[in-house]
């Protein structure tokens, strides 16, 4: 599997160190960017392909979020700058540990422990009860050109336009791994539009392990890293995705999706058949954002998971 992580660097530590902050060392390294661990209550993220005014409209969802104390800890934007063209965020420093490592780096077991499904249905619970705001339904998800809302008063319709400029984009290439592509664009653009309107909260779009962060209990305490897919929207997008992603790349990663989808369904009152479409709606979204040839994980990940949906 390729690995598109950005790379920390000695000069960021140099940077960091001349900047006040001789204890800087790396923390984290994601297809975003880089994160550096300033001292006990900051760090700084070096973001890849965002520049600095990109960041006034997360610093309101943040304090959107905030105002409504869920559960956890969330993240504050404290400053940013940019430096020769680069933007660096300096946030909050979040506790806690993730809850598990990335699935491309190490595989989950057989089983998913109840504390683990207990600590995702906690998180769910506690961003649905965020309301969703004007504020991030100005934001745009990761490879759109503009707001997912824009013109839109309902998450199904506004869903539905992503997922067909997300087809303009490389849709050739996926066709060439998803037979009959179109019929099922066909079909999972008429279902999002016959969705019935629900009343919308905070959606984060990115809950895969690293980004929960829980105590020695299991209880989260910390959820990273907004922005890939942060919007306004039904809260059911959000149990789908959580449950796609929690394992994408692991031996069992297929059990877990259904297993997951299943269990989130049942505790949250969901339909199971909404879950699936919003899956597939991820898929069809995501799917050329970290290459355009097709040459990446995530890519092989969303054929596979379309593929399945076909039948």
Known sequence: MVDFRQGHTADWIRYFAN??????????????????????????????????????????????????????????????????????????????????????????????????????????????????????????????????WLGRTRFGEALAALVERAAGRHGELLAAHVPELSALLARTVQALRALPDTPVTAIHGDLVPPNIHVDGTGRPVAVLDFGFFTTAGDPAFEAAVTAAVWDMYGPHAEAHTAALTDRFAAELRHSPETLRLYQRVYALTTYDLFTSDGSDGHFRWCAALLERSRN
């Open 19 to 148: 900047r006040g902050h001789p204890a800087a060392r790396p923390l984290a390294a994601g297809v975003e960017g880089a994160v550096y661990r300033l001292d006990d209550d900051t760090v700084a993220k070096v973001w890849h392909g965002r520049s600095p005014g990109d960041f006034e409209p997360m610093r309101r969802v943040y304090e959107d979020i905030a105002r409504h104390r869920p559960p956890f800890a969330t993240p504050r934007i404290l400053d940013v700058e940019d430096v020769e063209g680069v933007a660096v965020t300096y946030e909050r420093a979040l506790g806690g540990t993730p809850l598990a490592p990335d699935s491309a780096l190490r595989s989950p077991g057989r089983d998913i422990a109840p504390e683990t499904i207990d600590a995702l249905l906690a998180v769910l619970r506690g961003l649905a009860a965020v309301p969703g705001t004007e504020s991030m339904r100005r934001l745009t998800v990761q490879g759109d050109d503009r707001p997912l």
